[in-house]
């Protein structure tokens, strides 16, 4: 059964450098749903980075995909929420970012 574990939002920019650390080169899928539709953005694409600039600087998250240099990425705007997704053992196996308005994007990794 996963688990999911609310990331706090002072923590976000330290947690997501480990995440990235921990975790770039595997291949990742992303998806985006809101109340209007459920849309793959990416298929098993390698994860090169996933950055957060604060609502200072833009308050952005955004996730950057390749394997040495960036060949795509995905931008979530205004993230309010960043939950990491966990199997039982306390392997990561992806991410759940809300945005304002709810908007969900789901990073699974593969």
């Not at 994860?47 to 996730?63: F, Q, S, W």
């Not at 997704?85 to 304002?100: F, H, P, R, S, Y």
């Amino acid at each position: 059964m996963a688990q999911n574990t609310a990331i706090d939002q002072s923590r976000w920019g330290e947690f997501l450098s480990l995440f990235t650390n921990g975790n770039a080169g595997r291949r990742v899928s992303i998806e985006s749903i809101d109340a209007a539709s459920d849309s793959p953005i990416v298929s098993k694409a390698p994860l090169l980075a996933i950055d957060y600039d604060p609502a200072g600087k833009g308050n952005n998250l955004v996730i950057s995909l390749g394997r040495e240099t960036i060949s795509g990425s995905h931008i979530v705007a205004a993230p309010e929420q960043i939950w990491e997704v966990q199997d039982d053992n306390g392997k990561a196996t992806g991410l759940e970012v809300i945005a304002a308005g709810g908007a969900k994007t789901i990073i699974t990794l593969e």
